[in-house]
């Protein structure tokens, strides 16, 4: 009941600039958190940023002063904008949510994922 719209990712040279979006829709009561993580090949999923409801973001070691997370309550989306990209952030990354669809009842979402490639 709760579809995710993910976009944003392509290819960029280093030092270049992407900002991804995620866009959810369908049963949505209230979104309390939300974030990027993403997973490079052979390696597990990481969280990038995160930005719960409260909004007290939080950023990974090796994107902070280049990412920022935003959030947008009226149209259920997280934005990453991401500056000063390197080959290291080549990766696919994620949207995720935690939802409340109903009164009470929480669950937690991934988008489909999109890819950003950083290479010369």
């Known amino acids: 009941q709760v579809q995710f719209v993910e976009s944003g990712g392509g290819l960029v040279q280093p030092g270049g600039s992407l900002r991804l979006s995620c866009a959810a829709s369908g049963s949505i009561f209230d979104i309390y958190a939300m974030g990027w993580y993403r997973q490079a090949p052979g390696k597990r999923r990481e969280l990038v940023a995160k930005v719960p409801s409260g909004g007290n973001t939080r950023y990974a070691d090796s994107v902070k002063g280049r990412f920022t997370i935003s959030r947008d309550n009226a149209k259920n989306t997280v934005y ?26 929480y ?3 991934w988008g489909q994922g999109t890819q950003v490639t950083v290479s010369s």
């Open 80 to 105: 990453l904008q991401m500056n000063s990209l390197e080959p290291e952030d080549t990766a696919v990354y994620y949207c995720y949510m935690v939802i409340e669809t109903v009164r009470t009842q």
């Open 107 to 109: 669950d937690a979402y």
